[in-house]
C-alpha cells in the first residue's frame, strides 16, 4: 500500500495482533470497545492530523469492536473491512491473506473490453459472487472480456442496488464478503476476464451513514440528489480525500480489482486547484504491480472531456468515462420516446455525431438543459469511450424498469447490438441484454427505518414523473420487486439474439479493422435512400462498410463506396437470426441497389485487390 494513504480501520500486524487507526478530529476522546474475543474498553492515542491509533496483542481475525466517541456514542469503524451484524453493527477484523491464483495475469487494455454489467444480488438464483463465478465459462464463451459489478459495499438490509453503500471499504457479507469477492476476481483472471468495480465516492446512503459523528466528511456549502456532498476542497479535506483513495488503493492493491468504475461524478463538487480526481488517478496509476495498471473509468452526464485528457493536458487523467448520448440517440430512434432528456434526440445525426465523436452533444443547445452542453471530444481516442444500448441506469430508472425487449421487437433489438458491438467505442452489454432478457429491472431496497422507507417510495415517484404514463411505480420496499428483478439466462440457449452477440463479438475479437478501433480510421454519414446510417470503417488494407437502418420500411440504398467488390459479411435480415429474409448473398460494387429490410443492419467487407 503506499505509504502516503495509510490504510484507516483495523489492520494485522500479526497473527493475533491488529492496530486500530480511526481518523476522528470531532471527538475529544476514543476509545477502541472490543466486543469479542472479549468484552473491554480501552482508550486510543492521538496520532496527530486528527487520528486515534492503538495496537492490540491478542486480537485476530473475527474479533469485533466499535470506537467510543467522547465517552458516549457507540459506531462502527468508517473504514470498517466487514459488517458481520448488518450496518449498525459492530465491525470485524478481517484478515487480508489470499492464496492467489493469477501470477500469470497481465493487464488488458481498455481497447479489448468488452464489459458485462451485472448487479450479483440479481444474476444468480443464490445472489452471491459464487452464483456469478458459475457462469464466467458462458460469459467468456460469448465473448465477454470484463465483468463490471454494481457497489458491492454493505448497505441495509438484504437487497440494494448498491448505491446506498454506507462503507467504502467494506464488502457485503450475504454476496460472500471479502474472500467470496477475492474468489470472484481471481476466477475471473483464471478465464481471461478483467474485473471492474463499480464504487461511490461522491455519496454515502442514508442508512448507517455515521461519518457525521467522526469528522467533516461531507459540506453544506454544495448539494447533491442525495443531500450535503462530500468536503473534497474545504478545510480538512486532505484527510477525506485520503480515506477514499484508500479505498480505491485497497481494491487494487488487496482484491486485485483491474478497474474502478466511480459513480456520478457530476455530483463531485471540488474547486481546488489540484482536485481529488487527478489525485485519485495519479495514486491508482502509480501501480506496484508490473504488467497491470488499473484503470480508472468515469460516469458523467456533462460530456466534459477534462475526465478524460491527460493530466499534462489539463485533464483529471481518467482511462475512460461513460457516454450516455449514443445509448439515448439509439434509444430515441428505435422506441420514439422523447420526453426528459430524450427530448435532445430522435434525429439520425444525433446518433451520427455519437458514432463518430463520442458526444451528439459537444457544445450545441440542449433543450432538455436550456442552455449549450459539451465540448468537443473528437481528438480523445475511441477507446476512452464506454457506450451500450441498455445499462442499470437506463433500465432502472423507468417506472417499470422495461428493458429493451420489452419495448422493441427482434429486428430493433439486433439493430441496436449491431450498433454498439460494431463501433469503435468500448461496449457494454448488461446483465441478459444477449438474450433479449425481458424481466425489468426494478429500483430495490430494504431500509430498517420506517420514515427513510416511505421517504424512498415517494421520492422513486417525484423524481421519474417526467417518464410515468400513470399508474404507481413498484415498492422499491417490497421483496417482490427485488425478485421481478433476477434474470434467468437458461433462455439465451439457441436463442437467434444471443448467437448474433456471440457472432458481432468474435468479429469485433478476430476482424483486422475491428480489432484496432480507432476513430481516426472512421467515417460517418447518412444513408441516400433510407433512413439511417453508413459508417465506414478501415484499417491498413482492410475495409468494412456498415449500412444502419432504423427505417420502419423497406429503404433502397444506391451503394456509394470506394470501387471494388463488398460482400456481406452480416444481415440482420437474414434468416439465420431469425429475421425476414435477405436477398444480400453476392458481392456488390460501386452502383449496384440494395434492399434494406426495416430495422436492419448490413455488414460489408471489401475484398482484397
Known amino acids: 500500500m503506499r505509504q502516503k494513504y495509510q490504510q484507516p480501520g483495523a489492520r494485522l500486524t500479526g497473527r493475533e495482533r491488529c492496530r486500530f487507526r480511526v481518523w476522528a478530529p470531532n471527538a475529544r476522546t476514543v476509545d477502541l470497545h472490543l466486543v469479542c474475543p472479549r468484552d473491554e474498553m480501552l482508550p486510543m492515542e492521538r496520532a496527530g492530523s486528527g487520528y486515534f491509533e492503538l495496537e492490540l496483542e491478542g486480537v485476530g481475525p473475527g474479533a469485533r469492536y466499535l470506537y467510543r466517541l467522547d465517552g458516549t456514542r457507540e459506531r462502527p469503524d468508517p473504514a470498517s473491512h466487514l459488517q458481520p451484524l448488518g450496518v449498525h453493527g ?34 444468480s438464483p443464490e445472489g452471491t459472487f459464487a452464483g456469478v463465478e458459475q457462469q464466467l465459462p458462458r460469459l467468456a464463451e460469448l465473448g465477454v472480456t470484463a465483468l463490471e459489478l ?9 437487497r440494494n442496488w448498491g448505491y446506498d453503500g454506507v462503507y467504502p471499504h467494506a464488502v457485503q457479507l450475504s454476496y460472500g464478503g471479502p474472500t467470496g469477492l477475492k474468489r470472484l476476481v481471481d476466477a475471473c483472471h483464471r478465464h481471461g476476464l478483467a474485473l471492474i468495480l463499480d464504487v461511490v465516492y461522491n455519496h454515502l446512503g442514508p442508512e448507517g451513514n455515521y461519518l457525521w459523528d467522526f469528522g467533516p466528511y461531507f459540506t453544506d456549502r454544495y448539494r447533491t440528489p442525495w443531500g450535503d456532498a462530500v468536503n473534497f476542497d474545504g478545510p480538512h479535506s ?83 468515462q461513460w457516454s450516455d448520448d449514443l445509448h439515448h440517440a439509439l434509444h430515441s430512434l428505435l422506441t420514439g420516446e422523447r420526453r426528459g432528456y430524450y427530448c435532445d434526440f430522435g434525429e439520425l445525426e444525433h446518433l451520427a455525431r455519437a458514432l463518430r465523436d463520442g458526444y451528439a452533444y459537444s457544445g450545441q443547445y440542449s433543450q432538455f438543459r436550456r442552455r449549450r452542453h459539451g465540448n468537443d471530444p473528437r481528438d480523445e481516442p475511441a477507446r476512452r469511450f464506454v457506450v451500450c444500448c441498455q445499462n442499470h441506469d437506463q433500465v432502472g430508472n423507468r417506472m417499470r424498469g422495461d428493458r429493451l425487449a420489452a419495448l422493441v421487437d427482434l429486428e430493433s433489438q439486433k439493430l441496436a447490438a449491431v450498433t454498439v458491438l460494431l463501433s469503435p467505442y468500448v461496449p457494454l452489454i448488461f446483465m441478459g441484454e444477449e438474450y433479449g432478457e425481458t424481466a425489468p429491472f426494478l ?26 404514463e400513470g399508474g404507481e411505480p413498484p415498492d422499491p420496499q417490497a421483496e417482490q420487486t427485488f425478485l421481478r428483478s433476477r434474470i434467468d439466462p437458461r433462455r439465451e440457449e439457441g436463442g ?36 439511417g446510417l453508413l459508417v465506414r470503417r478501415w484499417h491498413e488494407q482492410d475495409q468494412l462498410a456498415l449500412l444502419l437502418h432504423f427505417g420502419p420500411m423497406p429503404g433502397h440504398v444506391t451503394i456509394d463506396l470506394p470501387d471494388g467488390d463488398w460482400r456481406p459479411l452480416l444481415h440482420t435480415a437474414a434468416a439465420r437470426w431469425d429475421g425476414p429474409g435477405s436477398d444480400v448473398s453476392r458481392a456488390l460494387r460501386r452502383g449496384a441497389v440494395v434492399e434494406l429490410s426495416p430495422r436492419s443492419a448490413l455488414l460489408l467487407e471489401r475484398d482484397g485487390d
Open 496 to 531: 437467434p439474439l444471443h448467437r448474433l452477440y456471440r457472432t458481432l463479438l468474435g468479429l469485433r475479437r478476430d476482424h483486422p479493422v475491428l480489432r484496432h478501433p480507432s476513430k481516426t480510421r472512421h467515417e460517418v454519414s447518412e444513408l441516400e435512400g433510407a433512413e
Open 443 to 468: 429500483y430495490f431496497v430494504s431500509h430498517g427505518d420506517p420514515e427513510l422507507v416511505q421517504a424512498v417510495q415517494e421520492g422513486r415517484r417525484a423524481e421519474f414523473a417526467e417518464f410515468q
Open 238 to 320: 486532505d484527510e477525506v480525500r485520503a480515506y477514499f483513495i484508500a479505498s480505491a488503493l485497497r481494491w487494487i492493491d488487496e482484491f486485485h480489482v483491474d478497474a474502478l468504475r466511480l459513480d456520478a461524478l457530476h455530483a463531485i463538487f471540488d474547486f481546488s486547484a489540484r482536485t481529488f480526481l487527478e489525485e485519485l488517478a495519479a495514486a491508482v496509476h502509480e501501480t506496484t504491480r508490473p504488467g497491470r495498471r488499473a484503470q480508472l473509468i468515469g460516469e458523467s452526464d456533462l460530456n466534459d472531456t477534462r475526465l478524460i485528457r491527460p493530466r499534462d493536458r489539463g485533464g483529471f487523467g481518467l482511462d475512460a
Open 90 to 123: 459492530p465491525s470485524e477484523v478481517v484478515d487480508p491473506s489470499y492464496p492467489w491464483g493469477d501470477d500469470d495475469w497481465a493487464e488488458l487494455p481498455l481497447e479489448r473490453y468488452v464489459i458485462y454489467e451485472l448487479h450479483v444480488g440479481a444474476f
Open 150 to 158: 454494481m457497489p458491492v459495499a454493505p448497505f441495509p438490509g438484504e
